[in-house]
């Protein structure tokens, strides 16, 4: 038998539910009011898999999906259907072009440099306007002083900076997108992101755009009964210990017992995206059951306090505490951070 044909268990994996991701995008659809609902699948749908989460959106009727460059279009756009739409949020650059003119994808132009290079392909496209975050898009002088109809646009958006937060640039970006709209139309328009929805039918236009709260996040307080946790790290232990009072755990022996006690040395750590934020403050559940973090977080192991499950031996399973509000208080990593930073050591599989 050669190498290649041994099969080697992985050590950590990610249960991702298939049912929580489909209830999370109707409930953010149920929420956009008047307007279809899109899905960010960009950075491999923050780590879960962009094709998988594209089959499985697709085959609920989502039809508009966001990726950032054009390695992702390449990597899905085979899987879409006829009526899918699928849009490069970074642009078209000079070096994108020979895929660009073949691809299915439409670009969301962000300069005028871009711009003149689309235009003379005659291909559909859409536009960025800059409303206020100095990200990417197009400035409103640039915006008022080009002749628009020169160019198949089918979606005008904008991004929200501050939509997790209630402050006053966000109706500032409301006023500022829809001043645009006055001199650069396309078939549809869209502004929110996930957290944009929560701020009512006024930002909702076309198509909403939800990333973070698809796989679990909420960024605001509306979400909190509604979004359901999308993403579960496990992860196996190797080694059950008993230590005595005085022992030191880990690095720089930041964990020092008070009293004997037994411990499980898990195959997770930094390097998987489990970050040293969790440092003595991360949890993992048996069951019901919460295993505190001791002392750091290392490169590839984490040692928990088991006392209050004593059975747990070499080799079973455990699940961090990863509903993504929590672990964000626990580690001091946002969101975004906690989802998108879950590394490929972790095999992943969908119930």
């Known amino acids: 038998m050669s190498d290649n044909a041994i099969d080697i268990p992985p050590t950590s994996r990610l249960r991702i539910e298939h049912g929580a991701l489909v209830a999370n995008w109707r ?16 950075a491999n749908a923050y780590g879960l898999g962009a094709v998988e989460v594209f089959q499985r959106l697709q085959s609920v009727g989502c039809r508009d999906f966001f990726v950032a460059n054009w390695q992702e279009a390449k990597e899905v756009e085979s899987f879409g259907q006829n009526d899918t739409n699928i849009f490069v949020l970074n642009g078209a650059r000079s070096e994108d072009m020979p895929f660009a003119m073949i ?42 002083m080009f002749d ?19 402050t006053r640039q966000n109706a500032d970006q409301l006023s500022e997108f829809r001043g645009a709209l006055k001199y650069v139309s396309g078939k549809r328009s869209s502004l929110s992101n ?21 796989y679990g996040g909420k960024p605001r307080p509306e979400f909190l009964s509604t979004i359901q946790q999308v993403v579960f790290p496990e992860t196996q232990i190797l080694q059950t210990r008993i230590i005595k009072c005085g022992d030191r755990v880990g690095y720089n022996a930041k964990y020092k017992a008070e009293r ?15 970050l040293r934020g969790f440092s003595s403050q991360g949890m993992f559940l048996s069951g019901q059951t919460r295993l505190p973090v001791l002392g750091r977080v290392s490169m590839d192991l984490i040692a928990i306090d088991i006392s209050d499950a004593p059975s747990l031996k070499e080799s079973d399973w455990l699940t961090a505490e990863y509903d993504l509000p929590v672990a964000s208080c626990q580690s001091g990593l946002s969101q975004y951070e906690l989802i998108t930073g879950l590394g490929n050591r972790f095999s992943r599989y969908w119930v």
């Open 260 to 274: 004997e006690h037994s411990i499980a040395i898990l195959a997770m750590g930094y390097a998987d995206g489990y």
């Open 27 to 42: 409930a953010l659809g149920d929420m956009s009011v008047g307007a279809s609902t899109g899905a960010a699948i960009k």
């Open 148 to 166: 628009w109809t020169t160019l198949d646009i089918d979606m005008v958006m904008s991004h929200l900076a501050s939509a997790d937060d209630d």
């Open 194 to 214: 996930s957290a944009g929805i929560a701020l009512g039918k006024d930002y909702h236009f076309d198509c909403t755009r939800p990333g973070l709260s698809l």
């Open 103 to 144: 691809s299915s994808a439409k670009p969301v132009l962000n300069s005028m440099e871009q711009v003149r290079r689309w235009q003379e392909t005659g291909r559909p496209c859409n536009i960025m306007v800059n409303s206020g975050m100095n990200r990417l898009g197009l400035d409103p002088t640039d915006i008022r």
